[in-house]
């Protein structure tokens, strides 16, 4: 109840000649008075998948994969679920409105927000916004919403008084996600969620890809006094991660390995999950990528908060890197701060709280005197410092025995702070509870979780979901099993080298980063998972996806693997994890880490998939539980039909037609026989577009490289590369196996790509319309876009 309807109410008792009692307005599910008598200054604000009540009763955290939102209340640490609310489809964000009355909850899969009553707990209204909208975050006085529409690279804002739309900014950015606005209510901050190329680069892409300093991460200004952008924070690349972390070699810069550590490495703001206000400043968490080769397992991605000037709408410190210092914490404490999603501060000092979902931890941060960010990690090996991580396990399970890596909250990706500074919730997306934390008194050492609520219902055990949920969690924890090595052992595990990486730091969702990483095979775009299988067709038994009658693709750029399971190469040498295989296909034990490497073929002699129930549920939850990205272009629009036209005249169904977009699909129970592998490849399934170009090693400058070698050796391309899916093609510029093309158009551009699907090689697409419509139809399809299916795979070009 605002102030208003009290005033109305008072003036209505005392005319009729009734006693107004202030206290008899409180509801039991969000505010009224008790938000009243509690108002302060008005604060920053700033998306999260979790918030409190002005009043600090009630909690209310999303369950995405429920499309629910959940209702606690936490008066007096009475820490119960009161009510689980149904929403639209994949709740990412709530918002509490000042007065706790209203509720406001995006939902990305369905295009949506619902405006909740907090007092009868129900869904008063729908409003229909941007594509895929995920953040959100209303003005201090309560009275806009402004909302991140991440496929749709528009930011709507809504009337709370009307709940109606009132405006839809443009020309925020590519992926706006996370939301944050000053107090005085001027400035909306939204995070750009995946790097981008700095405009001032001379250089071409196909250098630029690759390197560290070649994205920069971004973050779009808005003037909310009349919804206008005022401009871009560029967040820049670090120059040099830290001392800890110098590679052996540079792949770039033509230097292969020497055994000898000591290349600086870089690495640019990437993954910028969330956006906080503490003053005049704005904190950034994100996961920084560092791809330029040789890859190891702590020169690839790193852990970062960067900091913006809000009143200068400049980049206000150096990115901090939090992995620095962790590296001279002993074993048993040891343990890195891998994907930070979101931070809190408290309102009495300068100390917050980042949950780092890879790890399921908050990690205590502190603000220096001029605003800057430190974890307060040791300096040196006999430096004990003073990190702080609070692990996500109530008094009951904090001395359990968990070797498999399922006790207590996990994937934490938001946390809150009640008005006092006493408490912390934290929303734990893969276990669906939220965790309770005494993060009071002055003595930070005794911070730690009172209690866990659940959220909302886990998949039964025994289930095909429960294994899909298990691989999903898998996927994106830093820790898993419990192992027998320094850097697999408890506090970390077998997932990563104490903690380091996850699948989600290149595949977020199980999508894509975007960046070209340099790899072994050469430069490599993280491939978007959600078309591994063709979507509804997996044949999962006893928790593993039965092949070929999943149809699932090869795998990698140059059809190097034939089963999700072979990646647990990528878990052993690329995140430096002890592994999931204990026992190899021919009954042997099999070694942690590197060691193992030889027992784990990519493609033959022996299978992967079976080994391990754990590396099987990964594969499961890839075939049956990624949601693929929603084209904000409908398919039925008048530019994507005739796009679709061009599109199966000029055969480009012949290459990437098929339920699936792509004709690439095995056809075998692996492993493959000896004949279908040259060079490593499945060489059945490449095809040569015109993609590949020799001189583009030959220049000494350009990214067609192989890393990891003790020689400089061009990239593999020569025999062709894997057909990608289209399935949500516009998600995942740039383009082509070396990101070589910037956009869509870029590709379209190339005329030996564009005619290899006719037998006659002709060209409809020398006229510039025609590509525009092409395009207008790839940037349409999505996974509810109808398959062309009259595909006939070309006779020459693909193949040996």
Request: net charge negative.
């Given at each position: 109840m605002n102030t208003r309807q009290i005033v109305r109410q008072i003036l209505a008792g005392a005319i009729l000649g009734i006693p107004f009692m202030l206290g008899a307005v409180i509801w039991a599910g969000g505010g009224s008075a008790a938000a009243e008598a509690k108002?302060?200054?008005?604060?920053?604000?700033?998306?999260?998948?979790?918030?409190?009540?002005?009043?600090?009763?009630?909690?209310?955290?999303?369950?995405?994969?429920?499309?629910?939102?959940?209702?606690?209340?936490?008066?007096?640490?009475?820490?119960?679920?009161?009510?689980?609310?149904?929403?639209?489809?994949?709740?990412?964000?709530?918002?509490?409105?000042?007065?706790?009355?209203?509720?406001?909850?995006?939902n990305m899969a369905s295009g949506t927000v619902s405006v909740i009553s907090?007092?009868?707990?129900?869904?008063?209204?729908?409003i229909k916004v941007g594509t895929e909208p995920f953040?959100?975050?209303?003005?201090?006085?309560?009275?806009?919403?402004?909302?991140?529409?991440?496929?749709?690279?528009?930011?709507?804002?809504?009337?709370?008084?009307?709940?109606?739309?009132?405006?839809?900014?443009?020309?925020?950015?590519?992926?706006?996600?996370?939301?944050a606005i000053s107090a005085d209510g001027a400035r909306v901050m939204v995070t750009q969620f995946l790097a981008l190329k700095p405009d001032d680069d001379p250089r071409p892409i196909t250098q630029s890809e690759g390197a560290d300093d070649g994205r920069e991460g971004r973050v779009t200004v808005i003037n909310a006094y009349?919804?206008?952008?005022?401009?871009?924070?560029?967040?820049?690349?670090?120059?040099?991660?830290?001392?800890?972390?110098?590679?052996?070699?540079?792949?770039?810069?033509?230097?292969?390995?020497?055994?000898?550590?000591?290349?600086?490495?870089?690495?640019?703001?990437?993954?910028?999950?969330?956006?906080?206000?503490?003053?005049?400043?704005?904190?950034?968490?994100?996961?920084?990528?560092?791809?330029?080769?040789?890859?190891?397992?702590?020169?690839?991605?790193?852990?970062?908060?960067?900091?913006?000037?809000?009143?200068?709408?400049?980049?206000?410190?150096?990115?901090?890197?939090?992995?620095?210092?962790?590296?001279?914490?002993?074993?048993?404490k040891k343990l890195f701060n891998t994907n930070p999603f979101s931070v809190a501060f408290k309102r009495s000092s300068g100390e917050g709280f980042i949950a780092l979902a890879a790890t399921n931890r908050l990690l205590r941060v502190t603000l220096n005197d001029d605003g800057s960010p430190t974890i307060n990690p040791p300096l040196n090996a006999g430096d004990p410092g003073n990190i702080i991580r609070i692990a996500l396990k109530d008094p009951g399970e904090i001395g359990l025995v968990d070797d498999d890596d399922r006790v207590g909250g996990q994937n934490p990706r938001g946390v809150v702070l009640n008005s006092t500074d006493t408490r912390a919730y934290v929303m734990d997306f893969l276990s669906r509870d939220i965790a309770v934390v005494d993060v009071s008194g002055d003595d930070p050492t005794l911070y730690r979780t009172l209690a866990r609520i659940q959220s909302a219902d886990l998949p039964a055990p025994g289930t095909d979901a429960a294994t899909v949920q298990r691989g999903k969690y898998l996927f994106n924890t830093a820790i898993g099993p419990v192992g027998s090595q320094p850097t697999s052992v408890r506090p970390a595990g077998r997932m990563s080298d104490t903690g380091w990486g996850t699948c989600y730091s290149c595949h977020p969702n199980a999508l894509t980063d975007t960046v070209t990483w340099m790899f072994?095979?050469?430069?490599?775009?993280?491939?978007?998972?959600?078309?591994t299988f063709e979507f509804g067709a997996a044949n999962i038994v006893n928790g593993v996806p039965l092949l070929p009658d999943s149809h699932q693709r090869a795998l990698n750029w140059s059809a190097v693997r034939d089963e999700v399971q072979d990646f647990t190469r990528n878990v052993r040498a690329v995140s430096g994890g002890g592994g999931?295989?204990?026992?190899?296909?021919?009954?042997?034990?099999?070694?942690?880490?590197?060691?193992?490497?030889?027992?784990?073929?990519?493609?033959?002699?022996?299978?992967?998939?079976?080994?391990?129930?754990?590396?099987?549920?990964?594969?499961?939850?890839l075939a049956v539980g990624v949601r693929a990205p929603i084209s904000p272009i409908p398919s039925h629009s008048l530019g994507a039909l005739v796009g679709r036209a061009v599109f199966e005249v000029q055969g480009c169904q012949n290459c990437h037609g098929g339920k699936n977009w792509t004709i690439s699909q095995l056809d075998y129970t692996p492993p493959p026989t000896a004949d279908e592998v040259v060079d490593a490849q499945l060489v059945r399934f490449l095809c040569r577009v015109g993609t590949f170009d020799p001189n583009l090693f030959a220049d000494n400058m350009s990214n067609e490289i192989r890393a990891n070698n003790v020689a400089n050796v061009q990239a593999r391309g020569v025999l062709g590369f894997n057909v990608p899916s289209l399935i949500s093609v516009f998600a995942s510029a740039p383009y082509l196996h070396s990101g070589a093309a910037a956009s869509l158009d870029d590709v379209v551009e190339n005329v030996t790509h564009r005619t290899a699907g006719r037998a006659d090689h002709a060209d409809i697409l020398t006229s510039p319309l025609l590509r525009r419509f092409l395009v207008q139809f790839l940037k349409s399809i999505d996974r509810d876009t109808p398959p062309v299916l009259n595909v006939t795979p070309p006779a020459e070009g693909c193949g040996p």
């Open positions: 108002k302060q200054d008005p604060t920053a604000t700033r998306s999260s998948p979790i918030a409190i009540t002005h009043s600090d009763g009630y909690v209310w955290s999303v369950n995405p994969d429920n499309d629910s939102v959940s209702v606690f209340n936490v008066t007096d640490d009475q820490n119960t679920k009161v009510a689980e609310i149904n929403v639209g489809k994949e709740p990412w964000c709530v918002a509490i409105t000042p007065d706790d009355e209203k509720a406001y909850v995006t907090t007092i009868r707990k129900e869904v008063i209204h729908t953040g959100c975050a209303l003005t201090p006085n309560g009275r806009k919403l402004y909302v991140a529409n991440q496929s749709s690279d528009t930011v709507s804002v809504i009337d709370t008084r009307r709940n109606r739309v009132i405006e839809t900014i443009g020309q925020v950015g590519v992926k706006p996600h996370g939301i009349n919804d206008h952008v005022l401009g871009v924070v560029r967040l820049a690349p670090l120059a040099d991660v830290g001392p800890a972390f110098r590679s052996d070699g540079n792949t770039l810069q033509r230097e292969p390995l020497t055994t000898v550590f000591n290349n600086v490495s870089g690495a640019f703001p990437n993954l910028l999950e969330s956006i906080t206000i503490k003053g005049n400043l704005a904190y950034v968490p994100g996961t920084c990528s560092s791809p330029n080769g040789p890859f190891r397992f702590n020169v690839n991605v790193q852990s970062c908060l960067s900091t913006v000037d809000i009143e200068q709408n400049l980049e206000a410190f150096e990115t901090l890197n939090m992995n620095v210092g962790v590296n001279f914490e002993p074993v048993g072994a095979d050469g430069p490599r775009q993280a491939i978007s998972m959600e078309s999931l295989i204990r026992i190899d296909a021919n009954g042997a034990a099999v070694p942690e880490g590197a060691a193992g490497l030889a027992q784990l073929p990519d493609l033959r002699p022996t299978a992967n998939s079976g080994l391990s129930a754990d590396l099987d549920a990964i594969a499961t939850y």
